[in-house]
């Protein structure tokens, strides 16, 4: 009976210690206006006669040999979007979202928009 107590002792701790461990990655997103000096695998696109780098969900305008954080510019358009976006229905559209940035599908790119 010893031996029988102890067991679920020894299961319930063991469950309890592996919820425990669990973690949850919480991502944060630097402000406009951060400076940075390098980027992971930037994406350069020209808008309007301006290179804006697309890096991990984030838009950067270039100044000199560093990148400053940036709103998305309206218009913009992307061929893919980054992991973990989310698809979101507004007024009966669907529309694309990642880190407060709002993209509408148009063809086989992701445009900018204002929501």
């Known amino acids: 009976m010893k031996s029988l107590k102890l067991l679920v002792i020894l299961i319930f701790l063991a469950g309890t210690t592996s919820t425990v461990n669990a973690q949850r990655t919480v991502r944060v997103y630097p402000k406009y206006g951060t400076v940075v000096t390098t980027l992971q695998k930037p994406r350069i696109i020209v808008h309007k006669g301006v290179n804006f780098h697309f890096a991990n969900g984030i838009w950067y305008k270039a100044r000199g040999r560093k990148y400053v954080v940036c709103a998305a510019p ?38 900018v928009v204002n929501v």
């Open 74 to 111: 309206v218009g913009i358009k992307v061929r893919h979007l980054p992991r973990g976006n989310k698809v979101v229905v507004y007024r009966g559209i669907k529309y694309h979202t990642y880190n407060g940035v709002y993209y509408k599908k148009q063809g086989k790119k992701y445009i």
